[in-house]
Protein backbone atom coordinates (compact mmCIF):
# COMPACT_ATOMS: atom_id res chain seq x y z
CA UNK A 1 0.00 0.00 0.00
CA UNK A 2 3.28 2.06 0.40
CA UNK A 3 3.29 2.76 -3.50
CA UNK A 4 -0.86 3.97 -3.28
CA UNK A 5 -0.07 6.09 -0.58
CA UNK A 6 2.79 8.03 -2.25
CA UNK A 7 0.35 7.69 -5.74
CA UNK A 8 -2.41 9.81 -3.84
CA UNK A 9 0.21 12.17 -2.25
CA UNK A 10 1.73 12.98 -5.37
CA UNK A 11 -1.70 12.40 -7.77
CA UNK A 12 -4.06 13.17 -5.63
CA UNK A 13 -5.81 9.81 -6.49
CA UNK A 14 -5.11 5.52 -7.25
CA UNK A 15 -6.97 2.72 -8.13
CA UNK A 16 -6.32 -0.72 -6.75
CA UNK A 17 -7.31 -3.48 -9.33
CA UNK A 18 -9.38 -5.93 -8.26
CA UNK A 19 -10.04 -5.08 -4.64
CA UNK A 20 -13.04 -6.81 -4.00
CA UNK A 21 -13.16 -10.50 -5.02
CA UNK A 22 -16.27 -11.55 -7.39
CA UNK A 23 -18.10 -12.78 -4.42
CA UNK A 24 -18.31 -9.55 -2.25
CA UNK A 25 -19.05 -7.52 -5.65
CA UNK A 26 -21.80 -9.91 -6.28
CA UNK A 27 -23.40 -9.55 -2.52
CA UNK A 28 -23.00 -6.10 -2.88
CA UNK A 29 -24.52 -5.43 -5.50
CA UNK A 30 -27.47 -7.86 -5.51
CA UNK A 31 -28.05 -5.68 -1.52
CA UNK A 32 -28.26 -2.25 -3.72
CA UNK A 33 -30.68 -3.08 -6.11
CA UNK A 34 -32.36 -4.74 -3.14
CA UNK A 35 -32.64 -1.26 -1.74
CA UNK A 36 -32.53 1.02 -4.12
CA UNK A 37 -35.78 -1.29 -5.69
CA UNK A 38 -36.85 -0.89 -2.04
CA UNK A 39 -36.71 3.02 -1.90
CA UNK A 40 -36.70 4.66 -5.07
CA UNK A 41 -40.25 5.71 -4.93
CA UNK A 42 -39.14 8.14 -1.94
CA UNK A 43 -38.96 11.95 -2.75
CA UNK A 44 -36.00 13.29 -1.30
CA UNK A 45 -35.62 17.42 0.09
CA UNK A 46 -32.66 19.21 -1.78
CA UNK A 47 -31.84 17.16 -4.23
CA UNK A 48 -29.98 19.05 -6.78
CA UNK A 49 -31.17 19.24 -10.47
CA UNK A 50 -27.72 17.23 -11.42
CA UNK A 51 -28.69 14.56 -9.65
CA UNK A 52 -32.09 14.22 -11.30
CA UNK A 53 -31.15 11.15 -13.60
CA UNK A 54 -28.75 9.26 -10.92
CA UNK A 55 -29.87 6.00 -9.52
CA UNK A 56 -28.87 6.85 -5.78
CA UNK A 57 -28.95 4.51 -2.58
CA UNK A 58 -28.23 7.28 0.67
CA UNK A 59 -27.07 6.37 3.82
CA UNK A 60 -26.06 2.67 3.35
CA UNK A 61 -25.22 1.87 7.18
CA UNK A 62 -28.55 2.36 7.77
CA UNK A 63 -29.32 -0.22 5.18
CA UNK A 64 -27.52 -3.29 5.79
CA UNK A 65 -24.29 -4.25 7.99
CA UNK A 66 -22.74 -5.91 4.79
CA UNK A 67 -21.87 -2.42 3.71
CA UNK A 68 -20.18 -1.22 7.15
CA UNK A 69 -18.01 -5.22 7.50
CA UNK A 70 -16.73 -3.68 4.04
CA UNK A 71 -14.87 -0.96 5.21
CA UNK A 72 -13.33 -2.79 7.89
CA UNK A 73 -10.35 -3.92 5.87
CA UNK A 74 -6.87 -3.67 6.64
CA UNK A 75 -5.77 -1.75 3.68
CA UNK A 76 -8.26 0.67 3.53
CA UNK A 77 -7.57 1.38 7.35
CA UNK A 78 -3.86 1.95 6.42
CA UNK A 79 -4.54 4.38 3.94
CA UNK A 80 -6.70 5.72 5.41
CA UNK A 81 -4.97 6.63 8.83
CA UNK A 82 -1.76 7.65 7.19
CA UNK A 83 -4.31 10.82 5.71
CA UNK A 84 -7.04 11.57 8.10
CA UNK A 85 -5.94 10.14 11.40
CA UNK A 86 -4.88 12.43 13.65
CA UNK A 87 -2.27 11.98 15.85
CA UNK A 88 -3.14 13.49 18.89
CA UNK A 89 -6.15 12.14 19.90
CA UNK A 90 -4.91 10.74 23.17
CA UNK A 91 -8.55 8.58 24.03
CA UNK A 92 -8.06 5.97 21.64
CA UNK A 93 -4.69 3.71 21.09
CA UNK A 94 -2.29 5.12 18.58
CA UNK A 95 -2.99 2.33 16.13
CA UNK A 96 -6.48 2.37 16.10
CA UNK A 97 -7.98 4.45 13.64
CA UNK A 98 -9.83 7.86 14.46
CA UNK A 99 -11.17 8.96 11.31
CA UNK A 100 -15.05 8.84 10.70
CA UNK A 101 -17.70 7.93 7.86
CA UNK A 102 -18.78 11.28 6.75
CA UNK A 103 -20.81 9.91 3.68
CA UNK A 104 -22.10 6.61 2.31
CA UNK A 105 -24.01 6.10 -0.76
CA UNK A 106 -24.41 4.04 -3.48
CA UNK A 107 -24.66 5.87 -7.20
CA UNK A 108 -25.08 5.15 -10.74
CA UNK A 109 -25.05 8.25 -13.00
CA UNK A 110 -26.75 10.13 -15.66
CA UNK A 111 -25.84 13.42 -16.50
CA UNK A 112 -22.73 14.68 -16.76
CA UNK A 113 -21.06 16.04 -13.26
CA UNK A 114 -19.01 18.63 -13.81
CA UNK A 115 -15.85 19.50 -12.02
CA UNK A 116 -15.90 20.00 -8.34
CA UNK A 117 -14.05 19.61 -5.08
CA UNK A 118 -15.86 17.60 -2.20
CA UNK A 119 -13.42 19.05 0.34
CA UNK A 120 -15.70 22.39 0.76
CA UNK A 121 -12.75 24.27 0.79
CA UNK A 122 -9.21 24.26 -1.37
CA UNK A 123 -5.99 24.84 0.12
CA UNK A 124 -2.84 23.90 -0.50
CA UNK A 125 -0.13 21.48 1.69
CA UNK A 126 0.12 17.78 1.72
CA UNK A 127 -2.43 17.44 4.73
CA UNK A 128 -6.33 16.54 3.56
CA UNK A 129 -9.00 16.23 5.92
CA UNK A 130 -11.44 14.05 3.58
CA UNK A 131 -10.91 11.19 0.63
CA UNK A 132 -13.13 9.36 -1.15
CA UNK A 133 -12.96 5.67 -1.59
CA UNK A 134 -15.31 4.19 -4.81
CA UNK A 135 -15.84 1.24 -5.10
CA UNK A 136 -16.68 -0.48 -8.86
CA UNK A 137 -19.81 -2.67 -8.76
CA UNK A 138 -20.38 -2.92 -12.36
CA UNK A 139 -17.58 -1.77 -15.49
CA UNK A 140 -16.93 1.99 -15.19
CA UNK A 141 -16.63 3.51 -19.19
CA UNK A 142 -15.99 6.78 -20.93
CA UNK A 143 -19.56 5.92 -22.73
CA UNK A 144 -21.39 4.98 -19.24
CA UNK A 145 -20.08 7.78 -17.28
CA UNK A 146 -16.84 7.31 -15.62
CA UNK A 147 -14.98 9.32 -12.73
CA UNK A 148 -12.99 12.21 -14.65
CA UNK A 149 -10.03 13.65 -12.49
CA UNK A 150 -7.54 16.52 -13.17
CA UNK A 151 -4.16 14.87 -11.93
CA UNK A 152 -2.07 16.83 -9.32
CA UNK A 153 -5.08 19.48 -8.88
CA UNK A 154 -5.40 18.92 -5.32
CA UNK A 155 -2.39 20.94 -4.32
CA UNK A 156 -4.07 23.70 -6.29
CA UNK A 157 -5.64 25.95 -3.63
CA UNK A 158 -7.84 26.83 -6.11
CA UNK A 159 -11.68 25.95 -7.00
CA UNK A 160 -12.21 23.67 -10.49
CA UNK A 161 -11.35 25.68 -13.45
CA UNK A 162 -14.22 23.92 -15.67
CA UNK A 163 -12.48 24.82 -18.69
CA UNK A 164 -9.18 22.93 -18.36
CA UNK A 165 -8.46 20.12 -21.37
CA UNK A 166 -6.24 17.64 -18.76
CA UNK A 167 -9.39 15.90 -17.76
CA UNK A 168 -8.30 11.73 -16.94
CA UNK A 169 -10.65 9.15 -17.48
CA UNK A 170 -10.64 6.35 -14.55
CA UNK A 171 -12.34 3.17 -15.97
CA UNK A 172 -12.36 0.39 -13.99
CA UNK A 173 -13.84 -3.08 -13.87
CA UNK A 174 -16.30 -4.62 -10.87
CA UNK A 175 -14.00 -5.09 -7.08
CA UNK A 176 -11.79 -2.47 -8.55
CA UNK A 177 -11.50 0.73 -6.32
CA UNK A 178 -10.80 4.20 -6.40
CA UNK A 179 -9.38 6.35 -4.04
CA UNK A 180 -9.10 10.30 -4.47
CA UNK A 181 -8.13 13.25 -2.10
CA UNK A 182 -11.16 15.41 -1.41
CA UNK A 183 -9.30 18.48 -2.78
CA UNK A 184 -8.67 16.79 -6.70
CA UNK A 185 -10.73 18.40 -9.05
CA UNK A 186 -13.08 15.51 -10.35
CA UNK A 187 -16.35 14.85 -12.11
CA UNK A 188 -17.99 12.37 -14.73
CA UNK A 189 -19.12 12.19 -18.14
CA UNK A 190 -22.16 12.08 -19.41
CA UNK A 191 -23.49 8.27 -19.17
CA UNK A 192 -24.13 8.35 -23.61
CA UNK A 193 -24.96 4.94 -22.67
CA UNK A 194 -28.01 4.79 -20.41
CA UNK A 195 -26.67 1.60 -18.95
CA UNK A 196 -26.11 1.32 -15.26
CA UNK A 197 -22.32 1.77 -13.53
CA UNK A 198 -23.49 1.43 -10.16
CA UNK A 199 -20.97 1.99 -7.31
CA UNK A 200 -20.24 2.48 -3.67
CA UNK A 201 -19.17 6.12 -2.44
CA UNK A 202 -17.82 6.57 0.86
CA UNK A 203 -16.14 9.69 1.96
CA UNK A 204 -14.24 9.40 4.85
CA UNK A 205 -12.78 12.63 6.70
CA UNK A 206 -11.07 13.32 9.74
CA UNK A 207 -13.06 13.17 13.81
CA UNK A 208 -13.64 16.74 13.78
CA UNK A 209 -15.06 17.48 10.14
CA UNK A 210 -19.04 17.47 10.44
CA UNK A 211 -20.89 14.45 9.02
CA UNK A 212 -23.43 14.68 6.17
CA UNK A 213 -25.43 12.48 8.15
CA UNK A 214 -25.76 12.52 11.70
CA UNK A 215 -24.70 8.41 11.59
CA UNK A 216 -24.97 7.84 15.45
CA UNK A 217 -28.63 9.34 16.34
CA UNK A 218 -30.00 7.31 12.74
CA UNK A 219 -28.08 4.05 12.77
CA UNK A 220 -30.88 1.09 13.29
CA UNK A 221 -30.46 -0.84 16.74
CA UNK A 222 -30.27 -4.11 15.18
CA UNK A 223 -27.24 -2.65 13.13
CA UNK A 224 -25.46 -1.41 16.06
CA UNK A 225 -25.77 -4.57 17.76
CA UNK A 226 -23.43 -6.22 14.88
CA UNK A 227 -21.08 -3.64 14.59
CA UNK A 228 -17.51 -4.21 16.68
CA UNK A 229 -16.22 -1.06 18.31
CA UNK A 230 -13.60 -0.26 15.65
CA UNK A 231 -17.02 0.14 13.49
CA UNK A 232 -18.55 1.83 16.19
CA UNK A 233 -15.97 4.78 16.47
CA UNK A 234 -16.18 4.69 11.94
CA UNK A 235 -19.88 6.24 12.74
CA UNK A 236 -18.73 8.36 14.67
CA UNK A 237 -20.09 7.44 18.08
CA UNK A 238 -16.53 7.84 19.57
CA UNK A 239 -16.47 11.94 18.63
CA UNK A 240 -20.34 12.73 18.97
CA UNK A 241 -20.54 16.10 20.73
CA UNK A 242 -21.95 15.44 24.47
CA UNK A 243 -25.82 16.73 25.15
CA UNK A 244 -24.18 18.85 28.31
CA UNK A 245 -21.70 19.22 30.21
CA UNK A 246 -23.30 16.51 32.51
CA UNK A 247 -22.67 13.84 30.16
CA UNK A 248 -18.86 14.73 29.73
CA UNK A 249 -16.98 17.83 28.86
CA UNK A 250 -14.88 16.55 25.67
CA UNK A 251 -16.13 15.48 22.28
CA UNK A 252 -13.25 13.31 22.05
CA UNK A 253 -14.00 9.89 24.13
CA UNK A 254 -12.69 6.58 23.25
CA UNK A 255 -14.28 3.07 23.31
CA UNK A 256 -15.22 3.26 27.12
CA UNK A 257 -18.59 5.08 25.73
CA UNK A 258 -19.92 2.48 23.51
CA UNK A 259 -22.44 0.21 24.83
Known amino acids: MKNKIKEIESNGFCRIKNFLSDKQVSMLL ?6 YKKNKKLKYKGVP ?11 LQNKDYLFIKTLNNKKIIK ?19 NFIINYF ?11 HIDSWIPYKGIKTH ?9 KSTIRNGC ?15 R ?36 AIVVTLSSWWVKQAMDMPKSLPKKIYKKCNNLEKQLLGYCSEPPINENVRINTKSGYEVLI
Open 30 to 35: AKVHHY
Open 49 to 59: SRDSEDKILYN
Open 79 to 97: IAKHFLNDEHYRFLPKEKP
Open 105 to 115: NARSSGKKLDL
Open 130 to 138: MMQFVFLLE
Open 147 to 161: TIVVKKSHRSGKFTN
Open 163 to 198: KTKKIIPITGNPGDLIIWDSRLWHGTYENIDKISRW
